[in-house]
T-cell receptor, first 113, second 112 residues
Framework: NAGVTQTPKFQVLKTGQSMTLQCAQD?????MYWYRQDPGMGLRLIYY???????DKGEVPNGYNVSRLNKREFSLRLESAAPSQTSVYFC????????????FGQGTRLTVV | QQQVKQSPQSLIVQKGGISIINCAYE??????FPWYQQFPGKGPALLIA?????SEKKEGRFTISFNKSAKQFSLHIMDSQPGDSATYFC???????????FGKGTLLTVNP
């Protein structure tokens, strides 16, 4: 069972470069999420998608864009990377019911130099 | 603004002791409160969760206590073990829009 798969696992970017983080889930979940994790800051929600075709901003959306390509895939794009975007990024998915457990990917460690 | 406030930021407990992590929230629209456990290099994984119409939920050594009037909930780990050493996150979710919000996390260290 693959669960939630994120690619790539590691990435180094130069300031100003762009890239897309990919996320795919095989659990037929409705909701998908992108978080960033920084020391002392916990997991901060960047964007989420409660269903195919919808996306909403989280706590820290500036500098990011997302695409819910289909029910399985939810990508996060950095158009012009900045050193402040150096972080570990996690994708998660869950079913839209009261007790729906969120499943996380293994994370992408991104460094912007 | 931080919607879920978690404390302490770090906690050191001796093996066999009780670990207690506290969380508070403001938004009464939250209707589900999970706790996640994260080991280094891994994504978070669900540990235990509670609904606001329940005051306590126990699963093995892990217990959630929920105080709806105070808008607070806490995780108790009984008989803490070195293998429990991890980062713990409380979270809250609004069923109406499925937004899942996390606290800042607590790094728990259980000394042998």
């Amino acid at each position: 069972n693959a669960g939630v798969t994120q690619t790539p696992k590691f990435q180094v970017l130069k300031t100003g470069q762009s890239m897309t983080l990919q996320c795919a889930q095989d659990m037929n979940h409705n909701s998908m999420y992108w978080y960033r994790q920084d020391p002392g800051m916990g997991l901060r929600l960047i964007y989420y998608s409660a269903s195919e075709g919808t996306t909403d901003k989280g706590e820290v959306p500036n500098g990011y864009n997302v695409s819910r390509l289909n029910k399985r895939e939810f990508s996060l794009r950095l158009e012009s990377a900045a050193p402040s975007q150096t972080s570990v990024y996690f994708c998660a998915s869950r079913q839209n019911n009261m007790g729906g457990e969120a499943f996380f990917g293994q994370g992408t460690r991104l460094t912007v130099v | 603004q931080q919607q879920v406030k978690q404390s302490p930021q770090s906690l050191i407990v001796q093996k066999g002791g009780i670990s207690i992590i506290n969380c508070a929230y403001e938004n009464t629209a939250f209707d589900y409160f999970p706790w996640y456990q994260q080991f280094p290099g891994k994504g978070p994984a669900l540990l235990i969760a509670i609904r606001p119409d329940v005051s306590e939920k126990k699963e093995g050594r892990f217990t959630i206590s929920f105080n709806k009037s105070a808008k607070q909930f806490s995780l108790h780990i009984m008989d803490s073990q070195p293998g429990d050493s991890a980062t713990y996150f409380c979270a809250a979710i609004r069923g109406s829009n499925y937004k899942l919000t996390f606290g800042k996390g607590t790094l728990l260290t259980v000394n042998p």
